[in-house]
C-alpha cells in the first residue's frame, strides 16, 4: 500500500511490546528479560499495595445540591479588602447556582454582618432551606457560657434561623464547604482590585457597591441563572417579622427606677397606648 516507515520506527515499536527479533543478541536478551522482571515487580508491589484512605480521612468530590436554596454556605472571610485595616466580608452562596445570594463588610466576624447578609437573602430570594458553616463561626440554638452579648452573637442568630424554619449545618472541616471557600479566595483578588480601581476605601462605599454592582456582575457571569432550577425557598416574611427577629437579644434588669440601661443610654417601658410601666427592682427583661 506504498507505506513508508523507517527501521527506527519499527524497531521501537516493537521493542514496546515486547518482541524481540529471533536473533537477537545474548547480551540484549538478558537486559531486556532484567527490565521486564523489574517492570513486574514493581507492577505487583503497587499492585498489592492498599492506597485507599478511610472516609474521615479523604475529601471526595460532592456533587451540587439539585435545588435552588437548598444549601447556602456562609463564612467570614477577613482581610485588607480596601485599606490597610483589616475587615471581615459576610458572604454566603448557594451550593445548587453558584450565585452569591448576601454578602455585607463589618469591622469584624460579627452578628450584624451576617444579619444583613441574612435580610439580603429573605428579602430578595426568600426563607432558605438550610445553611451549612464551620465550628468557628457556630450558628446552633445554645446559649454560650458567657451570657455577654459579644460572646452570644452567633448562638443568636442561629435562634433567628429557628424561628424563621432554616435548619443550620457545620462542620470542622474546610473542605466541607469548598465552594464558599474558592469563593472567598476568588473576592480576595477580584473584588479587591475593583475596590481599588474606583478608590474606594472606607466601608460604606465598599458595601454599596459590593451589594449594587459587584455581586450581581459576577452572579452574571460566573453562576447559573436561579429561574432555570427548581427552587425550595419559601415565601419571604414580612417587613415587620423579619425586623422582629433579625434583633440583638441582650439580657437586662430594671433598676430602682423602672428604668433599663443598654449601651450606656438609659431606657423605660411603655404599653401600647404610651402609659408608662413600672416593674419591680431587678426584675430580669
Given at each position: 500500500?506504498?507505506?513508508?516507515?523507517?527501521?527506527?520506527?519499527?524497531?521501537?515499536?516493537?521493542?514496546?511490546?515486547?518482541?524481540?527479533?529471533?536473533?537477537?543478541?545474548?547480551?540484549?536478551?538478558?537486559?531486556?528479560?532484567?527490565?521486564?522482571?523489574?517492570?513486574?515487580?514493581?507492577?505487583?508491589?503497587?499492585?498489592?499495595?492498599?492506597?485507599?484512605?478511610?472516609?474521615?480521612?479523604?475529601?471526595?468530590?460532592?456533587?451540587?445540591?439539585?435545588?435552588?436554596?437548598?444549601?447556602?454556605?456562609?463564612?467570614?472571610?477577613?482581610?485588607?479588602?480596601?485599606?490597610?485595616?483589616?475587615?471581615?466580608?459576610?458572604?454566603?452562596?448557594?451550593?445548587?447556582?453558584?450565585?452569591?445570594?448576601?454578602?455585607?463588610?463589618?469591622?469584624?466576624?460579627?452578628?450584624?454582618?451576617?444579619?444583613?447578609?441574612?435580610?439580603?437573602?429573605?428579602?430578595?430570594?426568600?426563607?432558605?432551606?438550610?445553611?451549612?458553616?464551620?465550628?468557628?463561626?457556630?450558628?446552633?440554638?445554645?446559649?454560650?457560657?458567657?451570657?455577654?452579648?459579644?460572646?452570644?452573637?452567633?448562638?443568636?442568630?442561629?435562634?433567628?434561623?429557628?424561628?424563621?424554619?432554616?435548619?443550620?449545618?457545620?462542620?470542622?472541616?474546610?473542605?466541607?464547604?469548598?465552594?464558599?471557600?474558592?469563593?472567598?479566595?476568588?473576592?480576595?483578588?477580584?473584588?479587591?482590585?475593583?475596590?481599588?480601581?474606583?478608590?474606594?476605601?472606607?466601608?460604606?462605599?465598599?458595601?454599596?457597591?459590593?451589594?449594587?454592582?459587584?455581586?450581581?456582575?459576577?452572579?452574571?457571569?460566573?453562576?447559573?441563572?436561579?429561574?432555570?432550577?427548581?427552587?425550595?425557598?419559601?415565601?419571604?416574611?414580612?417587613?415587620?417579622?423579619?425586623?422582629?427577629?433579625?434583633?440583638?437579644?441582650?439580657?437586662?434588669?430594671?433598676d430602682n427606677g423602672s428604668s433599663i440601661k443598654y449601651l450606656k443610654e438609659y431606657y423605660r417601658?411603655?404599653d401600647k397606648d404610651g402609659y408608662l410601666k413600672c416593674f419591680k427592682t431587678k426584675q430580669?427583661?
Open positions: 500500500e506504498n507505506i513508508v516507515v523507517s527501521y527506527s520506527f519499527i524497531y521501537k515499536l516493537l521493542m514496546k511490546h515486547n518482541i524481540s527479533s529471533p536473533k537477537i543478541h545474548r547480551i540484549t536478551k538478558k537486559r531486556l528479560n532484567t527490565i521486564s522482571k523489574e517492570s513486574t515487580d514493581i507492577l505487583e508491589a503497587v499492585n498489592d499495595t492498599d492506597h485507599t484512605v478511610p472516609i474521615k480521612d479523604a475529601h471526595p468530590r460532592k456533587e451540587r445540591k439539585k435545588y435552588f436554596g437548598e444549601q447556602i454556605q456562609m463564612d467570614a472571610s477577613i482581610h485588607k479588602w480596601f485599606s490597610n485595616e483589616r475587615y471581615a466580608l459576610h458572604l454566603a452562596i448557594d451550593n445548587c447556582t453558584g450565585m452569591i445570594v448576601g454578602g455585607y463588610f463589618q469591622k469584624e466576624e460579627t452578628l450584624r454582618g451576617y444579619y444583613h447578609v441574612f435580610k439580603q437573602i429573605l428579602n430578595k430570594y426568600g426563607v432558605p432551606y438550610c445553611f451549612f458553616t464551620d465550628n468557628r463561626t457556630i450558628f446552633n440554638y445554645n446559649r454560650s457560657k458567657d451570657k455577654s452579648e459579644p460572646n452570644d452573637v452567633l448562638t443568636q442568630l442561629g435562634y433567628a434561623c429557628k424561628i424563621l424554619g432554616t435548619s443550620i449545618e457545620t462542620s470542622s472541616v474546610s473542605q466541607a464547604k469548598g465552594m464558599i471557600e474558592r469563593t472567598n479566595g476568588t473576592f480576595q483578588s477580584r473584588l479587591v482590585s475593583k475596590l481599588k480601581l474606583y478608590n474606594i476605601n472606607n466601608m460604606e462605599q465598599a458595601n454599596a457597591y459590593l451589594i449594587n454592582k459587584f455581586i450581581p456582575d459576577f452572579n452574571k457571569r460566573f453562576a447559573i441563572d436561579y429561574r432555570s432550577v427548581n427552587s425550595v425557598f419559601e415565601e419571604s416574611p414580612s417587613d415587620e417579622k423579619i425586623n422582629y427577629t433579625l434583633v440583638v437579644l441582650s439580657a437586662r434588669k430594671f417601658a411603655f430580669n427583661v
